[in-house]
């Protein structure tokens, strides 16, 4: 197996790239364009210009042109297009000549690839006696398809991005990465390895499962712990003490793994080698295929991951880190790092998900490795659990939260296994093994103490099997049931320690967070693992071989295929909800709280139901998703006419809350019912959007 590695590996790392491109391009479903009814943006010879965000690697925007009948037949009719920052330097630009095309054609200005997503204008320019126009979409959508309103706008401006990735794209991403983080390419890499280096040293982990996913899979545990005990502390981040701490661990651990050196060499031998390529092939191929399909970010960080955008920016604001409201422990990591780093916090926000994404990779194989103890089946069940994986929702839109429990599910799983399993300093072993287990509590919850049974119950299935066919455990001394179920109870008493404060009842700490999609994925992953490793078990070395110059040329088109970008139509915000968000932060105070139309769950979660819920990242004015409010309290006020209770509107006021900020029909307060009443005054009105001020009520004559 490792002889023929070295003819194959650079064979395969060849074809995980190339492989993609051979693929068919992926293209817009336009569907039957009826004549546009509607028509708005008129280019009448001055640049009219949209706000847009573009992900990493668009390399394509779509626009529709309408004309009238009336419109002159000219010879020429250039359109001139240009994309610039918001330092409005040019980006690219060009022109594309219209002259012939039929009503309502959709054009595709084409560009090189950017490297990174950024927030970008579009500007377009067309002659005045050509008659052009841009059509108006006939239902304005917000990214991720939900309905905003079905009317057309005078200055909705419609567009569509197409993301198509090959290849070629990758140098531009690693570039624009390079550039960006070329200051932190110190810190970065020890943030993601280095604590895991440092209990993998500390346990001394045997065997032959690779050491490379163990290592960061433990990092990740560990970080959003770290912070955590540091907000119960009350730390305040004083960046130079925080730095000199950065460089005084950076230093230590450099040591340390300078000192390792000697394992890595042994481990570099004849016998180890083969494990160290694989892990090395499997890690590029997770981060090139997460690079090349560019599914995250389809809208700004702080959109796709509001919550934790808008958490991470109040700790930014106030320079420290606060008592946290679960599950939000992601939130808390980027402000930090945005804050020591001096880096936006939307940057900060797309490498958090570029590290997860990346860490799922070896997080699964991790798992699978560890199951099947060979690294050869932890190569096949990567491209088949990420195949399962690939079309989830949550994954485009850019989950933190959902991602993080993704990747923690199968080092947790690995790890503990592999605690049961080592007879070497058991119980250090198992008390280091608890911290993933506690990380996943932080998301989790009691739920997490599934992944506990699950082990217990592989493990002893394991033991049972491994006994009847006569083999011992895992080549070291023989376990009994009693051992592993003593291991277990030693494993959940050092987890509880750590997770103590989630099970107390009414602890702020308790998320409330429905069944994530990670639990199926690990389920997927062992069955996978499981099977694959029965097959391979009774392959001879060539074929093994084959199948694994098989599983490129069979699986990873069907991986490009399934994770392939889909288009992104519709608009962010239209001008109306802009010149709202615009009123609010020019002409309201900055501690005035928006009571907007929301929606409040019996799990007593709150969901917004209009483009009010940008008014804390457009408009900077806190809405009530910004304040612990009773979720009671809020239900009631979305109940028809509840506002007209003196004492509703007295407890609203005593909790924050100044202004009302409506839309029509988006949810259950409808401004034109407020109209005319006493107790509220309109202060701002354009279209479909009402802004009323809610002063303080009249004293209660009988308080």
Known sequence: MNSSLRIYLPLLLLLCLLLPACTPARTLSLGEQSEASVWTRPLNGSPVRQTL?????????????????????????????????????????????????????????????????????????????????????????????????????????????????????????????????????????LLLISPGWLLTWMIHPGGKRPIVPFVAGLSLALAPLVYLWASLLGLRLYEPLVQSLFQASALLLLLLMLRDLPRLRQAWQSTGRGSLLLVALVIVMGIATWLLAARLFYAPAGVSSLDSGLLAQELIREGQVEHLGSPLPLAVLTATLAQLSRQPLASMLLLAGLLLGVSLIPALYTVASEVAEDGWVGLWVVPLAWLWAAPWDALAQGDLSLLFVMVLLPTTFA???????????????????????????????????????????????????????????????????????????????????????????????????????????????????????????????????????LLFFLLLPLVWWRSAPLPTEGILLRETDIMGLQWAQGSSQPDSLFLINVQVTEEGDVQPLDSALWLPLFGERPTILQREIDPALLARAMEPGALEDAQLRRELTDAGVTHLYMQISSGPLQPLELLGKEWVRLAYQAGDIYIFELPPPAPNPQG
């Open 53 to 189: 965000f573009l992900p990493a690697g668009t390399n394509e925007i779509e626009v529709i042109l309408v004309f009238p009948d009336t419109a002159p037949v000219l010879d020429s009719r250039p359109l001139s297009w240009d994309l610039r920052d918001t330092t409005l330097t040019v980006l690219r630009e060009g022109n594309v000549e219209t002259a012939g095309y039929a009503p309502n054609t959709p054009l595709r200005l084409q560009f090189a690839p950017l490297p990174e997503g950024m927030q970008v204008e579009l500007g377009l320019t067309a002659p005045q006696e050509a008659m052009l126009s841009l059509w108006a979409s006939s239902t304005d959508q917000y990214f991720d398809g939900s309905l905003l309103d079905s009317e057309q706008g005078n200055n909705d401006l419609h567009f569509k991005l197409q993301v198509q990735e090959t290849p070629l794209n990758l140098p531009w991403q690693l570039y624009g990465a390079a550039e960006r983080w070329r200051k932190l390419a110190l810190w970065i890499p």
């Open 415 to 549: 790890v503990g296994l592999r605690a049961l399993r080592v007879t070497e300093r058991p119980i250090r072993t198992l008390l280091l093994a608890s911290f993933p287990l506690a990380a996943l509590g932080l998301l989790e919850g009691l739920r997490a103490l599934v992944v506990v049974l699950v082990v217990l119950l592989w493990r002893l299935a394991e033991f049972y099997w491994q006994r009847r066919s006569g083999k011992g455990v895992d080549h070291e001394e023989d376990l009994d049931t009693s051992q592993i179920i003593l291991r277990l109870l030693l494993w959940l008493l050092a987890a509880m320690s750590l997770l103590g404060p989630l099970l107390l009842k009414g602890s702020p700490l308790i998320p409330q967070v429905p069944l994530t999609a990670g639990y199926p994925l690990l389920f997927v992953t062992l069955l996978l693992a499981w099977l694959i490793g029965q097959i391979g078990s009774r392959l001879e070395p060539l074929p093994k071989r084959l199948l694994t110059v």
